[in-house]
């Protein structure tokens, strides 16, 4: 089996918050090492993080209807055991936009990471490092793209956009993100509003105390006021069209990665306007309610694209099998957001490590089992189809 070399070394506590304090001691103590699942990080994040806090992180949108499909469509596809291939080694390093990765899971942007552990988006980062692979620094973190890049020792992963109302504030983001070492922007094209998760509404959410958006301390915006969805329709630019790809690229030498496409449609007007990647995303079912999972969509995509450019998946990705699926449907990787949270919350940076240790190793079994032993051989004939609808022999 492959192994990776990981640098176990636990990073120093570098927050300026004590949030820690303020939360109760329940899961503490559990080593992160004694985790079998995801949905184990979960339960004890749940416990562990304030309700308001937990709530916005676990939320969708409306009924939260794509929420559970996002992760239930994944248990309705099938794979195919394969037996009798040589599985003594499984590699599963790949790459994406030449950048070399230990296994094709990737760290998908999430907001605010400080509510759900002191060291926030920092101890993630050193986690998706230490593992091989990356995270994105979302907009709207908590920590600020240069103290990432510092504490990165100027490798910080991907930097997301959303683009402000004020496009100077977005142009100069972008530079600060490339001064600081980032490796690609991903625009966020599926939030022209913020989703309604009614649990925002009911616990009125507003950032704990100590902390801010990071990005924006010299602005207005590195506080929430009146709530995230007034925040949002206050700030962002709801008018951006597909035309505005072309002001990004032009302000910007990084691989420009359009994120929240979900259908074959914006597919092609993404190849079409010169994005250099895609990401298939429901935004992790928070924007519109009862649109389709993302794994549901994927192959449509990968379709219209046809290999111009690299197609990414997230949402719902919870076990080694998600993984394959999505590879065999074409990803060339996908990307993880509440999972990391989940380990963030438990324990810092030994539970994001841990959260990519189980998927990383969950991938190589499931692999194994399905008797490919390297990444280029995954493909769509490791899903299993219904001998129904295969094409009966000849007699
Ligand atoms: C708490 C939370 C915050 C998020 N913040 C952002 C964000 O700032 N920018 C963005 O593009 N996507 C954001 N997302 C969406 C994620 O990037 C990603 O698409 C989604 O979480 C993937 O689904 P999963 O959580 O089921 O893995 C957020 C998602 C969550 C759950
Ligand atoms: C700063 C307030 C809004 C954060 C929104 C981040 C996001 O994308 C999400 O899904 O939540």
Known sequence: MDK????????????????????????????????????????????????????????????????????????????????????????????????????????????????????????????????????TLSSLATTSVEDLGKASGGNPGWFQLYVFKDRSISEKLVKRAEMAGFKAILLTIDTPFLGRRESDYRNEFSLPTGLQLRNFTDLPLADIQGGLNKYMATMIDSSLTWNDLAWLKSITKLPVIVKGVMCPQDALLAVKYGADGIIVSNHGARQLDTSPS??????????????????????????????????????????IGRPVL?????????????????????????????????ISKIDESLIWSSPNSLPRPKL
């Not at 694209?305 to 080694?320: A, E, S």
């Not at 919350?345 to 959260?355: F, I, P, R, S, T």
Request: net charge positive; hydrophobic share 40%; glycine share 8%.
């Open 4 to 135: 990776i070399t990981n640098n176990p070394q636990k990073p120093a506590i570098v927050s300026d918050i004590t949030l820690a304090n303020s939360r109760t001691n329940r899961g503490q103590g559990r080593k992160s090492d004694s985790y079998l699942n995801i949905e184990e990080f979960r339960i004890v994040a749940e416990r562990k993080l304030p309700r308001m806090v937990y709530d916005y992180y676990a939320s969708g949108s409306d009924n939260q209807i794509t929420l559970g499909e996002n992760v239930n469509f994944y248990s309705r596809i099938k794979l195919t055991p394969r037996c009798l291939v040589d599985v003594s080694n499984i590699n599963t390093k790949t790459s994406v936009f030449g950048i070399p990765l230990s296994f094709p899971v990737m760290i998908a942007p999430t907001a605010m990471q400080k509510m759900a552990h002191p060291n926030g988006e920092i101890d993630t980062c050193l986690a998706a490092r230490d593992m091989g692979t990356l995270m």
């Open 294 to 335: 993302t794994i549901e969509v994927l192959p449509y995509v990968v379709r219209a694209v046809g290999g111009r450019i690299p197609v990414i998946v997230d949402g719902g990705v919870r076990r080694g099998t998600d993984i394959l699926k999505a590879l065999a449907y074409g990803a060339c990787a996908v990307m």
């Open 342 to 374: 989940w380990g963030l919350a438990a324990d810092g940076y030994d539970g994001v490590l841990k959260v990519l240790q189980l998927l990383r190793d969950e991938l190589v079994l499931s692999m194994a089992l399905a008797g490919v032993n390297s």
